[in-house]
């Protein structure tokens, strides 16, 4: 992944503040494992893994809290493609680089975002549930 500054203005931001201290530690970890869209995959298990690596004390109960908080806060859509979850960051603005590693949101696939868009909410909750997680992330 490339490496990523944190832009001054997310202290300022109202969406963000409104977040738990614990979502918005999520959210700034989440910035670093984004691809260079701001997607990453959805799968509780393995966002804890990467954003929490060193924290066994967060438990994927907690991490589908945090997703789910910042979805509440228009800062994270999660969307499903082919039964998989993914998560897009909104009001993304990065340097495009490669291509994406990871699928676009349904509603934007033909018509793919550009730097700075706003993707669409997704209405339902496409997180797996943790007790499934657990199991399909074992084999």
Known sequence: ???RLLKPG?????????CSWP?????IR??????????FDANPALLRGHCFALHDEVDLLQV???????????LVVIYKVSGKSYL???????????AS?????????????????NPPTVASNPLPSP???ASTTAS
């Open 1 to 3: 992944m490339p490496s």
């Open 10 to 18: 997310l202290c300022d931001s109202e969406k963000w503040n409104a």
């Open 23 to 27: 979502a918005q530690s999520f959210y």
């Open 30 to 39: 989440l910035l670093t494992r984004v691809d260079d869209y701001g997607r």
């Open 64 to 74: 589908v809290a945090m997703c789910e908080e910042l979805v509440e806060h228009e």
């Open 88 to 98: 897009q960051l909104t009001n993304w603005s990065e340097r495009v680089r490669s």
């Open 101 to 117: 590693k990871f699928p676009a949101p349904p509603e934007v696939a033909s018509n793919p975002p550009t730097v700075a868009s």
């Open 131 to 133: 007790s499934t997680t």
